[in-house]
């Protein structure tokens, strides 16, 4: 399957704790975004990166939240000292460089922090 | 981007087409409408996006109103694995990062 990959598909932690995320885009997609979605509303945009750099970030990736994406290819999204609020599904997607090229999502890791 | 309005759901027989509005009546020019569909414990899928003329795939067809101020999406014979929140966003046509900004959706049931 060449589509978006996520690990792990489920993390419960407690409160307090880091925890890490990574995301495998579609091989030849430069962009790579990052979601959350939490139960019953649409899913928020939080960053993006092109290739290797970050150029975008939402007001909503707290100080806790970072993305690395450190070879263009893969990516992590680290929280730390996890809250109750960040229990949600992290969802990555990636697209072509060529604007309004659709993005292309992967089944997302959900969180729930105890 | 524009805002999006859609009915919170809809329900279609199967076999049947399912036909899923959206309004979006300060659309700019430079506006795309894309289609995308969630299904239960899962990632949005790309469905169809269109600027002004009607778009058809294999999936689906987009119904682009002439004054852009509405469009429909159009599953042409619903089967129970078309249940899913439907999501229409629009966004401009040069936006650099690609993002797109999800509103709720219509949460469309197909039933037997």
């Known amino acids: 399957d060449t589509g978006v990959s996520q690990d792990p598909r489920h993390k419960i932690t407690k409160r307090g704790q880091n925890v890490t995320f990574r995301c495998d885009p579609i091989?030849?997609?430069?962009?790579l975004y990052w979601y959350r979605q939490t139960l019953g509303q649409g899913p928020e945009f939080l960053t993006y990166?092109?290739?290797?750099?970050?150029?975008?970030k939402s007001r909503l990736l707290s100080d806790r939240f970072s993305a690395e994406r450190p070879k263009g290819s893969f990516s992590t999204l680290e929280i730390q000292r996890t809250e109750q609020g960040d229990s949600a599904m992290y969802l990555c997607a990636s697209s072509l460089i060529w604007n309004n090229s659709p993005l292309h999502f992967g089944n997302g890791t959900r969180l729930t922090v105890t | 981007d524009a805002k999006t309005t859609q009915p919170p759901s809809m329900d279609c027989a199967e076999g049947r087409a399912a036909n899923l509005p959206c309004n979006h009546s300060t659309i700019s020019g430079n506006e795309y409408v894309y289609w995308y569909r969630q299904i239960h414990s899962q990632g949005p899928q790309y469905i169809i996006h269109?600027?002004?003329n009607n778009e058809t795939n294999e999936m689906a067809s987009l119904i682009i109103t002439e004054d852009r101020k509405s469009s429909t999406l159009i599953l042409p014979h619903a089967t129970l694995r078309d249940t899913a929140v439907y999501y229409c966003?629009?966004?401009?046509?040069?936006?650099?990062?690609?993002?797109?900004?999800f509103g709720g959706g219509t949460r469309l049931m197909v039933k037997p």
């Open positions: 269109g600027l002004k």
């Open positions: 990166f092109q290739n290797e750099a970050q150029l975008e």
């Open positions: 091989s030849e997609h430069n962009r």
């Open positions: 966003i629009v966004r401009v046509v040069n936006n650099a990062g690609n993002m797109l900004t």
